[in-house]
């Protein structure tokens, strides 16, 4: 027997009736209508079946990071959740998780019967969370929502940067603003390696110059997702059966005594990276560059 997905694609319009549903989880980012609406249907956009999650998710990271509430009462003391030691690792997982394209969540999986079932998570932002503009132009308006479809990180992360910026005396995170930082330079720009920490230039399908992105010593973020383009592009080399090769022999502790010459770079890679690798968790180069640009900004 086969368990489906109701969150692929292709399921979405199944016969719901020749299915019996084993577990959920979750809540809808946009609505639980359908994978589109008509124009003519009319809602308040208060309504969770209608708005989705997308908006609390939103405003929950504006507030866990801002430091001015526009209140007087409020803002003679200038922190946030991230100023307060218990708090901010909590808070930066779940940024770096957006920014990384990996979240890792604890979550129960609510069984037919009832049943809560502890599951522990780990998946890719990928397209998942496009947000669908909103029936209501004041909250477009206010989160700066104009396009039809819109990456959540489009608005995170400059909201997180904004908040990042007003600092005072009292909370002093330059170097956390600078570690969540993307420099995005001209693609045609000559830049010295042994000066920066990271470089890539992103091509599109015909081999053309997209992008350009570099990371610094303190870039930290930048520099992790320009480590693992790299490592992308060393592994692309390959052909995916030499990289199983290669990880089962060393995983088995069984390395040839004599390497073929053209395996001898997969050979000396970390086991780690090439089980990332194989298991897809390596973003591709469109991905990279959608995230960087977004950090960037």
């Given at each position: 027997?086969?368990?489906?997905?109701?969150?692929?694609?292709?399921?979405?319009?199944?016969?719901?009736?020749?299915?019996?549903?084993?577990?959920?989880?979750?809540?809808?980012?946009?609505?639980?209508?359908?994978?589109?609406?008509?124009?003519?249907?009319?809602?308040?956009?208060?309504?969770?079946?209608?708005?989705?999650?997308?908006?609390?998710?939103?405003?929950?990271?504006?507030?866990?990071?801002?430091?001015?509430?526009?209140?007087?009462?409020?803002?003679?003391?200038?922190?946030?959740?991230?100023?307060?030691?218990?708090?901010?690792?909590?808070?930066?997982?779940?940024?770096?998780?957006?920014?990384?394209?990996?979240?890792?969540?604890?979550?129960?999986?609510?069984?037919?019967?009832?049943?809560?079932?502890?599951?522990?998570?780990?998946?890719?932002?990928?397209?998942?969370?496009?947000?669908?503009?909103?029936?209501?132009?004041?909250?477009?308006?206010?989160?700066?929502?104009?396009?039809?479809?819109?990456?959540?990180?489009?608005?995170?992360?400059?909201?997180?940067?904004?908040?990042?910026?007003?600092?005072?005396?009292?909370?002093?995170?330059?170097?956390?603003?600078?570690?969540?930082?993307?420099?995005?330079?001209?693609?045609?720009?000559?830049?010295?390696?042994?000066?920066v920490a990271a470089t890539a230039t992103i091509k599109d399908a015909?081999?053309?110059?997209?992008?350009?992105?570099?990371?610094?010593?303190?870039?930290?973020?930048?520099?992790?997702?320009?480590?693992?383009?790299?490592?992308?592009?060393?592994?692309?080399?390959?052909?995916?059966?030499?990289?199983?090769?290669?990880?089962?022999?060393?995983?088995?502790?069984?390395?040839?005594?004599?390497?073929?010459?053209?395996?001898?770079?997969?050979?000396e890679m970390e086991l780690a990276k090439l089980l990332a690798f194989?298991?897809?968790?390596?973003?591709?180069?469109?991905?990279?560059?959608?995230?960087?640009?977004?950090?960037?900004?």
């Amino acid at each position: 027997f086969n368990a489906i997905s109701c969150f692929d694609t292709e399921n979405l319009s199944i016969n719901k009736e020749k299915y019996d549903v084993i577990a959920t989880v979750g809540k809808h980012l946009n609505h639980a209508r359908g994978p589109e609406l008509r124009g003519d249907i009319k809602a308040d956009p208060t309504q969770l079946s209608v708005r989705g999650i997308w908006a609390d998710k939103l405003l929950a990271m504006d507030y866990l990071m801002k430091r001015e509430m526009k209140i007087s009462t409020f803002d003679d003391y200038r922190t946030s959740f991230i100023d307060h030691p218990e708090f901010k690792d909590q808070v930066m997982d779940a940024v770096l998780g957006f920014m990384s394209d990996k979240m890792k969540m604890k979550v129960d999986l609510e069984g037919a019967d009832g049943e809560k079932i502890p599951y522990e998570n780990t998946f890719t932002i990928g397209d998942t969370h496009n947000i669908t503009k909103s029936f209501s132009y004041g909250l477009n308006n206010f989160l700066g929502i104009k396009k039809a479809s819109t990456d959540i990180r489009e608005l995170l992360f400059p909201m997180i940067k904004k908040n990042l910026q007003t600092a005072d005396d009292e909370t002093e995170t330059f170097g956390l603003l600078r570690s969540l930082t993307a420099i995005r330079v001209d693609p045609t720009t000559f830049i010295d390696e042994s000066q920066v920490a990271a470089t890539a230039t992103i091509k599109d399908a015909q081999g053309r110059n997209v992008s350009k992105f570099v990371a610094l010593g303190d870039n930290i973020l930048a520099k992790n997702i320009l480590d693992n383009f790299s490592l992308n592009a060393r592994l692309k080399k390959f052909k995916r059966d030499q990289v199983v090769e290669v990880y089962v022999a060393r995983a088995q502790s069984k390395v040839p005594e004599v390497i073929a010459p053209e395996l001898k770079e997969a050979y000396e890679m970390e086991l780690a990276k090439l089980l990332a690798f194989l298991r897809g968790e390596i973003m591709e180069d469109s991905r990279i560059n959608k995230i960087l640009s977004i950090m960037s900004l």
